[in-house]
């Protein structure tokens, strides 16, 4: 009879046995054990009712020895966080106005939603090539500057084609955190911030964050009005406006040359700053660009804020801002206390590609897609959907801002497009307040090809229609 050091080596044996199975998973019969091991029935008796007593096997009587199922591990006991609420009052955040369609669409689902390229636009394979060349740098994993890599600074004081220099350049997580940067240093809470109507929500969300006001400032063809400005300033006394002169997201419209400096000789008057946001700088569909608010400042009135992420990808979150003077010490020092730096290898392989001849190439071609996407769609919603109107902007960027009927109600379009396979935007989030007319917002860079774009309007058309 086989002895208390042949159960522990059965019993060592089985287990390891167990670990090759998965749970439910039946195991051979008393006889095959005692056979195969060389064991008494008692000695395999008593080992399994030890397994078992461990949770490892399940006996069921004529049925069997089975691999247990794991147990499962008790749920954790939530804290009451009720508390938390009575702290944390008047200090919400509305993330409202950042909401876009699901990551993940349900398959089949075409985009012209969000606010970026799509993979089929992106340059995949120069920026895989420059991401790792960036780590294998032998410092790559050093810390940077607080400032940023001296050469990208370059890149972007450079890409500016104004009157500045590296040492007035930061580089930023991307142009969301420039924007919020931007705000804190320059605004107080409760100060008023002129903004464009409509303008990007995320520039409205991070005001709200840094609970500064929006008031709004009605957009044309060309832009803002000069004189409207003038009055807003005299008539709220704010310090700061925020808006975006080039390829404006969502219309596309473009601040004229002519109105240009005169937005900067009302702002340099009212002793205000400008946030230009430079997003689109490389979205133009020939190739033009139009001189930026920055390369007429003379005053230190203008601070740009620019970024990769549109004309690459989502994922390069590499941007900066470019300032002069006191703001800029400022902004420097935010830097210090936000985060320290920008990670290293995510700056190195920016610089990577901006430097590449690929770029140049993947900027040319963007720009002849983004020009046909741009006139395709607008082509089909003509044949298609005569009744919604793109409103017409100036050859760039990744939209289409369309004015729909006006009794149509934008959450309900953008409703029945989802049912219809077709994710659209609501032209309402892109208000600081009230809405001057239904809109939808179309991004003709979300989607994978000219033929998903034009699926896309078939499938719109019965709602237009409707």
Known sequence: MAGDGSAATLESTLRDLVRTLEPGARLPSVREIVERHQVSPVTVGKVVARLSAAGVLVTRPGSGTFVAAPPARARARRPDTAWQSLVLAGRSVDLGALREAPRDPVPGTISLSGGYLHRSLQPLSALASAMSRAARRPDAWDRAPAGGLPALRSYFAEATAADVGLDDVLITTGGQN????????????????????????????????????????????????????????????????YCQPTFHNPTGIVLSESRRQAVLEVAHAARAFIVEDDYARHLSHDGGTTRSLLGHDVHGTVVQVTS??????????????????????????????????????????????????????????LKRALRDRHRMLSDALRARLPEWEPVAGKGGGLYLWVRLPPNADPAEIVRRASEQGVDIESGQRFFPAEADGPFVRLSFAAAADSVALEEAVDRLAPIGAG
């Open 178 to 241: 420039a924007l919020a940067m931007a705000f804190r240093a320059i605004g107080a809470p409760g100060d008023a911030v002129l903004v464009e109507s409509p303008t990007y929500p995320g520039a409205l969300a991070a005001l709200a964050a840094a609970r500064l006001r929006a008031i709004p400032i009605p957009l044309g063809p060309d832009g803002i009005d000069p004189d409207d400005l003038r009055q807003a300033f005299a008539r709220t006394g704010s310090q700061l406006l």
């Open 308 to 365: 990769l992420t549109k004309p690459a990808a989502p994922s390069l979150r590499v941007g900066a801002i470019v300032a002069r003077g006191p703001v800029a010490e400022r902004l420097q020092a935010s830097r210090r206390v936000d985060d320290f730096f920008v990670s290293r290898p995510m700056q190195e392989a920016a610089l990577e590609l901006t430097s590449s001849p690929r770029w140049a190439g993947h900027l040319n071609g």
